[in-house]
């Protein structure tokens, strides 16, 4: 089955303990994007992939690192999380960067 | 910047119309739709090109209108399925290739 595989799906730390969460796709998918979700804001774009080893900037990439080493897999790196980053972190692929979207399951993250 | 999603948030009855418009004040190249229920994955139902097009998907269709730079999405005979939160995503014109950039999204609640 094609599919945007996400952990964990729900994650609590605290303040300044590293974590990363995961994010892997079965589809070839060339682009891969990090979104923040947050009531009342939408979502905003953190980190986005065109292809292995290229990464850039979305609109709110502070306090995030990305990587893209194999072209199925794009973790999500909180290197010293903060509460303001408490939201729902959802992970998506698509063929190319303007092409539909397919979201994984989301993970919810609370930093206390 | 976000484009603007209106209204917020609409209750309907079962059968009922709706029109969720999707505003930009910068110039579009393509307007993406999803929709996303509580608690699940934003899941993409389609894709508007500069050129007026206007799209079906059974019951839910959308247009672009180029001049207004906005994408309307017209839900005809609402059914309690219809429920959930949609969003839609912009590409711009002369923008980089780094995706979609979405709106706050609008709550949709149909009531039997």
């Known amino acids: 089955e094609a599919q945007v595989t996400q952990n964990p799906r729900y994650l609590i730390t605290v303040t300044g303990k590293k974590l990363t969460v995961t994010c892997s796709q079965n589809?070839?998918?060339?682009?891969m994007s990090w979104y923040r979700q947050d009531p009342g804001l939408g979502l905003r774009q953190i980190y986005y992939s065109m292809n292995v080893e290229v990464t850039d900037k979305g609109d709110v990439p502070e306090g995030y690192k990305v990587s893209r080493k194999e072209k199925r897999n794009f973790p999500l790196i909180l290197e010293s999380p903060s509460p303001n980053q408490t939201s729902l972190y959802l992970c998506?692929?698509?063929?190319?960067?303007?092409?539909?979207?397919?979201f994984g399951n989301g993970t919810r993250l609370t930093v206390t | 910047q976000q484009p603007v999603q209106s209204p917020q948030a609409v209750i309907l009855r079962e059968g009922e119309d709706a029109v969720i418009n999707c505003s930009s004040s910068?110039?579009?190249?393509?307007v993406h739709w999803y929709r996303q229920k509580h608690g699940e994955a934003p899941v993409f139902l389609m894709i508007?090109?500069?050129?007026?097009e206007q799209k079906g998907h059974e019951k839910i269709s959308a247009s672009f209108n180029e001049k207004k730079q906005q994408s309307s999405l017209y839900l005809t005979a609402s059914q309690l399925s219809y429920s959930g939160t949609y969003f839609c995503?912009?590409?711009?014109?002369?923008?980089?290739?780094?995706?979609?950039?979405f709106g706050k999204g609008t709550h949709l609640i149909i009531q039997p």
């Open positions: 508007l090109l500069k050129g007026g």
């Open positions: 995503g912009t590409e711009y014109s002369g923008g980089g290739a780094d995706g979609l950039t």
């Open positions: 589809m070839n998918h060339e682009y």
């Open positions: 998506a692929s698509s063929v190319l960067y303007n092409s539909p979207l397919h």
């Open positions: 910068k110039a579009l190249y393509s």
